[in-house]
């Protein structure tokens, strides 16, 4: 069990890290017109006016990774510059191989760290390692044509993970190696994706009040990554530009910084109703609500359960605020709720629990319209709509005349 877990952890953390990174090469951008792009071109890339960046993004789980001329890692990076270079020209690009990785101490990869360093010595020894792995794959291949000859199991081909890289750097002309090598970059001991808030405060800090960086740092994260995830599935254009990301930034710093009161439902997920409260679904029962009305009440509930969750735990206040709310909430339901009773003896069975799903339908189109709002800024009518299904949970409100009876002759059951 624990390996699988294992093995399923280093791609989750990998696709996760290129979405931070990307935030981070975007953010650090000074083009309001540049964007990003993951999984396109490379892991990253970045159009940053007339610079193309291609980044190669290489986030171990191992802490003691090393990287250096015979690394895997470092061929696989060079297969996907040079397939890059069958239909673009290497002088336009910069291409960044970033790793968390330490540097082998006597790498000539070391010139790659500084973008004037000569990279002749790097190229001949890239070149001779090339051509001996090329050479061994050719031996083994060889020896295996005589092992089939007298009936043999062929050996396997070495160099499995890396060939494909030094075969297609050997294929390219000796301008156009020389031309990719200047233009290489490498960041050597990357931030981790455990340092992924870190990343984003130091990029908020000094334009952010105190009060609020934290708050914003993990709004800026959960809607980061949903923008990152809808670029994969389509969902979204592939390309993140810097103006709507720093558009993002400025709105909910100014939510957050007015009173709290955000509105990040729409930067959710929301996740799929699973177990509804029971109470709630007794409640829906008493009414015989339509199949719409279930869907609906169940829907806002959890959209109005995670907004208030995250607003009590950004602010403190905020839970003081919420019960307040909630009584003004109660107080407008009762004026409804008290024609209903008033008329209960006159109506039949099946009228009472008409005019509860024509309450249950006030709390769903027209209370969001009647009940003043609990900010200024916020005004998403999932709040009112789901904050009734939750008192409704809570027996504090109710559609059938007789819910609170009902229900508590139910409980003894």
């Not at 101490?105 to 190229?123: I, Y």
């Not at 709310?325 to 006159?346: A, H, P, R």
């Not at 319209?369 to 409100?397: A, E, F, H, T, W």
Request: net charge negative.
């Amino acid at each position: 069990m624990s390996t699988v877990s294992h093995q399923a952890v280093g791609p989750a953390l990998g696709y996760y890290y290129q979405a931070i990174y990307a935030f981070v090469t975007l953010f650090d951008s000074k083009n309001p017109g540049a964007y990003v792009s993951i999984e396109t071109f490379d892991d990253v890339f970045l159009s940053d006016g007339s610079k193309k960046e291609l980044h190669q993004l290489k986030h171990s789980v191992s802490e003691d990774t090393i990287i250096s001329i015979k690394s895997d890692d470092l061929w696989r990076t060079l297969k996907v510059w040079c397939d890059y270079l069958s239909t673009n020209n290497a002088s336009d690009g910069i291409f960044t191989l970033s790793t968390v990785a330490t540097l082998d101490s006597g790498s000539e990869l070391k010139v790659l760290l500084n973008n004037s360093s000569s990279r002749a010595k790097l190229e001949t020894e890239l070149i001779a390692e090339a051509k001996r792995v090329m050479d061994k794959r050719n031996d083994v291949s060889t020896e295996n044509v005589s092992k089939l000859s007298r009936g043999e199991k062929e050996a396997d081909l070495p160099f499995a993970k890396k060939y494909k890289g030094c075969q297609a750097f050997l294929a390219l002309s000796s301008q156009q190696r020389k031309t990719l090598l200047k233009n290489i970059r490498m960041k050597t001991e990357s931030f981790t994706v455990a340092k992924a808030t870190d990343e984003v405060l130091k990029r908020i800090r000094p334009t952010t009040d105190t009060k609020i960086q934290q708050s914003l740092a993990e709004r800026i994260l959960e809607w980061w990554d949903r923008q990152a995830v809808q670029s994969l599935t389509g969902e979204r254009h592939q390309c993140m530009y810097q103006s709507e990301l720093q558009e993002f930034i400025s709105r909910k710093g100014a939510e957050l910084y007015n009173d709290g009161f955000t509105d990040d439902l729409s930067d959710l997920e929301i996740p799929p109703i699973v177990s509804p409260h029971p109470v709630q679904k007794k409640q829906l029962e008493l009414i015989e609500a339509s199949k719409t009305q279930v869907k609906r009440s169940y829907q806002t509930e959890i959209r109005a359960r995670i907004q208030r969750e995250k607003w009590i735990g950004d602010n403190l206040p905020a839970a003081k605020k919420l019960e307040k709310y909630d009584e003004s909430l109660i107080q407008e339901w009762s004026y409804k709720f008290g024609e209903i009773v008033d008329k209960k003896n006159s109506c039949s069975e099946d009228q009472i629990k008409e005019e509860g799903r024509l309450l249950l339908d006030w709390t769903h189109n027209e209370a969001h319209q009647q009940v003043s709002k609990i900010s200024k800024s916020y005004d998403n009518p999932d709040l009112i709509r789901g904050s009734y299904q939750m008192l409704s949970s809570g027996k504090k409100v109710g559609w059938h005349c007789d819910f609170q009876t009902l229900l508590n002759t139910d409980t003894d059951e």
